[in-house]
């Protein structure tokens, strides 16, 4: 079975998550799957790079537990019921 949504950090324990990003788009039974950045990195460069390797969005993941309980609700809330994606 595949995931419906990966949510990926660029900063990651053993790998960087650009790169992880790049493997999935690249292979071309992957490709479909949404990918959306959740980070902390705040850089333009890193969101420029991000979508043009295929992110399908780019978020900053809030500090505060209040808010990122809120912006986790908003994604389940479209990904897991308004959005459209191939399978």
């Not at 419906?4 to 650009?18: A, E, H």
């Not at 292979?27 to 043009?52: C, G, K, N, Q």
């Not at 990122?68 to 308004?82: C, K």
Request: aromatic fraction near 8%; hydrophobic fraction near 45%.
């Amino acid at each position: 079975p595949r995931p419906g949504l990966v949510l990926l950090d660029i900063s990651l324990p053993k790998v960087n998550g650009m790169d992880v990003l790049r493997t999935v788009k690249a292979d071309p039974e992957l490709r479909p799957i949404p990918i959306l950045m959740l980070t902390t990195a705040a850089h333009m460069s890193d969101v420029a790079t991000a979508y043009a390797h295929g992110a399908n969005s780019y978020l900053f993941k809030p500090i505060q537990y209040a808010r990122f309980v809120e912006v986790m609700a908003t994604l389940a809330q479209y990904w897991g019921g308004l959005a459209r994606v191939p399978r």
